[in-house]
């Protein structure tokens, strides 16, 4: 069973959409496994990005991150990361396709409403920053 982590971003957050966004992972049949809202500091923020700490967008991004509350989830189910991300849509919701979560919510590149894991090792790294295993439930 593979999981990924999924964060409704400050915009989303701000927009409203937490209930949207969820009933759109439910409605794909993936199961939530973990969900906690948190507000990022700076450095948490820095840390959870670090591999694009060299991008010219890096500060940006991180003070968008820390600009209200943000949702946290571990998705789970079978080929859940890809499933993810077909759901998000592309980065730059202009490419977006119609139905996804970024076509229909996002105003801007960086305000892109949802994150999602790229790849299993990027999945293990990123539940890991912000879950233990007692905080993820298997259902
Ligand atoms: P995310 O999937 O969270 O991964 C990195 C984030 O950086 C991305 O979504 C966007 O929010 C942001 N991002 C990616 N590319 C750009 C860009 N060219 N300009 C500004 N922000 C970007």
């Known amino acids: 069973m593979e999981r990924t982590l999924s ?22 049949g993936i199961k939530i496994a973990a ?9 948490q923020a820095q840390g959870f990005y670090a591999v694009h700490k060299e991008r010219p967008f890096f500060d940006s991004l991180t003070d968008f991150m820390t600009s209200g509350p943000i949702v946290v989830m ?4 079978d080929g859940v990361i890809a499933k993810n991300r077909k759901l ?9 396709e ?3 979560i970024r076509k229909d919510f996002a105003t801007d ?3 892109n409403v949802v994150h999602g894991s790229d790849a299993v090792e990027t999945a293990a790294f990123e539940i890991g920053y912000f879950f233990n295993g007692l ?5």
């Open 135 to 139: 905080e993820i439930q298997t259902r």
């Open 88 to 96: 998000m849509g592309a980065t730059n919701f202009k490419d977006a």
């Open 7 to 28: 964060i409704i971003k400050p915009d989303g957050v701000k927009k409203n959409v937490i209930g949207e966004v969820i009933k759109r992972f439910e409605t794909a």
């Open 35 to 43: 969900m906690k809202m948190l507000h990022l500091s700076k450095p």
């Open 109 to 111: 590149i960086e305000k």
């Open 74 to 77: 571990v998705l789970e189910g």
């Open 98 to 100: 119609a139905g996804t």
